[in-house]
């Protein structure tokens, strides 16, 4: 009351100028980063010769037993392997370990771990290269009546694109990496054996985050370090026909923020009568709040003091294969594709482009508390919870992004918040100079005109565990097209349409073969 009068009265002007600012001294809050690239100048594709090698035979045992290839593909996609609700996991890994069996690996096992089983297998060709494969044998939920096709019969249905098989996992991940052993076994059926040893790792964790994906590598770890590198099967291909090679992903943090009731207010025990909120504290309203506090108002800035600290500029290769890629970039067409209208800040271009592969996140991913059926009633909840992810990329620490957002949210008063952290690694990348990049992008330009380059994609994969961990390049490419990840309507194309310029089946896997081969050499 003091400090008011004297406000009013002129006769204290600095005790009323402090009263009116007691936040002057606290540090700034931060602001998104802003980069530039390293140099103009582009990445010359042109540098990279063809492959030229034909291995015909190999290509009519395709062609001739491309059925067969389908059908081996429908066999993955008809068996559910739905990780989140632990459907079909076992079958799947049996499947996956079977068909290695099959196909003459000396080595095919049920690797268990503390969630849901790895696959290993190993082919041994006697060869002086190993290629490690890594799969994903699991997909994401559905729900079926979103789908023109139902999701687990893997349909060859007409499309505006040409034939295309419709089913959850036909492009995420199952689709290409089955055509990729449909490629293996041709050689093997052909030539008697590979040009090369294969390692498989498969898991059935990686839409969970990959939580125990390293219990599998850490059963053959020093086997795996002997290997040269590593290829993640994966329809690379637009409709237009152009390549979109990726080099690297971002890393991801990902947790539960939980507000319970207890101490601090809100019931403790079972949700209580909506009256009471006149005098009983909301679990609720204090999820939000706490949230509000890690970003700004529009959602758009991370407000959790250092957490952009560690983040770097693009270097030189990477400003090199943006400059080269950028015309690539399509504001319009991928705002179409995602249903939205516009970016963050109205960037465009290649502003919008570094923005998204250079920068991390914080997205709340779902949030629930109390009744949300039909109908009502009204309840005061116990409990609420919000799963949050964030994208890092390179040389950002999960754990220590994630200890800024505890200790953040403690400085803030909202030290009663749980966080359970559900998973998290570190980015991962590999240079367009390796020699396994260079392999891959000869034989891309073999079957495309137009190939762009990505240092990364802002998605993430556990992909830290063969570059950081190993010591190994890593090839996240093959060449045809699919869309639909973890939405309805999920496909893989087949054959396309004349209007279609990404190629079919039968080249995806001759492409993989020229792979395999190139990778000998």
């Known amino acids: 009351m003091r400090k008011l009068l004297l406000c009013l009265t002129g006769l204290a002007l600095t005790a009323c100028e402090q009263a009116a600012s007691p936040t002057e001294s ?4 931060p602001t998104r980063p802003a980069f530039s690239l390293a140099t103009d100048e582009a990445y010359d594709f042109d540098k990279v010769p063809s492959y030229l090698e034909n291995h015909q035979a190999v290509y009519d045992y395709i062609d001739a037993n491309l059925d067969d290839h389908l059908g081996a593909i429908q066999r993955w996609l008809r068996q559910r392997s739905i990780s989140a609700q632990n459907d079909g996991i076992q079958e799947m890994a049996a499947m996956v370990r079977q068909d290695l069996e099959d196909m003459g690996f000396a080595e095919a096992e ?29 997909v994401q939920p559905v729900n079926p009546e979103d789908w023109e096709s139902p999701p687990f019969e893997a349909r060859v249905i ?50 969970l985050g990959s939580p125990h994906y390293p219990q599998i590598v850490d059963a053959y770890e020093e086997r795996l370090k002997t290997a040269d590198a ?40 079972a949700e209580i009568h909506g009256s009471y909120k006149a005098i009983v504290d909301s679990p609720v309203w204090r999820l939000v709040q706490g949230l509000s506090t890690l970003v700004s108002e529009d959602g758009n800035t991370i407000l959790v003091p250092g957490y952009y600290d560690d983040i770097r500029p693009p270097n030189v290769e990477e400003s090199q294969l943006i400059n080269a890629g950028i015309e690539q970039w399509s504001d319009q067409k991928m705002q179409d594709m995602l249903g939205v209208s516009q970016w963050v800040d109205g960037k465009t271009g290649k502003d919008a482009a570094i923005e998204y592969l250079f920068t991390t996140t914080m997205n709340i991913d779902g949030i629930w508390g109390g009744y949300t059926g039909e109908g009502v009633k009204t309840i005061l909840p116990h409990r609420a919870a919000a799963k949050v992810d964030s994208r890092l990329p390179p040389d950002i620490d999960p754990d220590e992004a994630l200890a800024k957002i505890r200790r953040h949210l403690d400085n803030n008063g909202f030290g009663d918040l749980e966080i359970v952290k559900l998973s998290g690694y570190p980015a991962s990348q590999t240079s367009v100079a390796d020699p396994a990049v260079q392999a891959a992008l000869s034989v891309f330009k073999k079957y495309a005109d137009d190939i762009a380059v ?32 973890h939405a309805p309507n999920e496909i893989m194309l087949i054959e396309p349409g004349e209007a279609t310029a990404a190629v079919g089946l039968a080249d995806v896997e001759k492409a993989y073969v020229d792979f395999v081969y190139a990778l000998a050499e």
Do not use: C
């Open 454 to 485: 990505q240092p990364r994609i802002a998605g993430s994969a556990p992909f830290y565990q063969f570059t950081d961990r190993l010591g190994l390049p890593l090839v996240p490419s093959g060449m045809g097209f699919g869309t639909g990840a």
């Open 26 to 29: 606290a540090p700034e809050a």
């Open 110 to 138: 049920i690797v268990p771990t503390d969630g849901h089983p790895g696959v290993w297998g190993y082919y041994d060709a006697g060869a002086d290269k190993t290629l490690v494969v890594y799969l994903m044998y699991d």
């Open 158 to 207: 007409d499309h505006a694109l040409g034939k295309v098989i419709m089913a959850r996992g036909a492009t995420n991940q199952k689709g290409p990496q089955r055509a990729f052993l449909n490629a293996l076994e041709s050689i093997i059926a052909v030539d008697g054996t590979l040009p090369i040893n294969v390692m498989i790792t498969a898991e059935g964790e990686e839409e």
């Open 230 to 269: 590593a290829l993640f099967p994966f329809n690379s291909q637009r409709p237009d026909g152009t390549v979109s090679v990726i080099l690297g992903v971002k890393g991801i943090l990902y947790f539960e923020l939980v507000a319970n009731g207890g101490d601090w207010g809100g019931p403790a025990v």
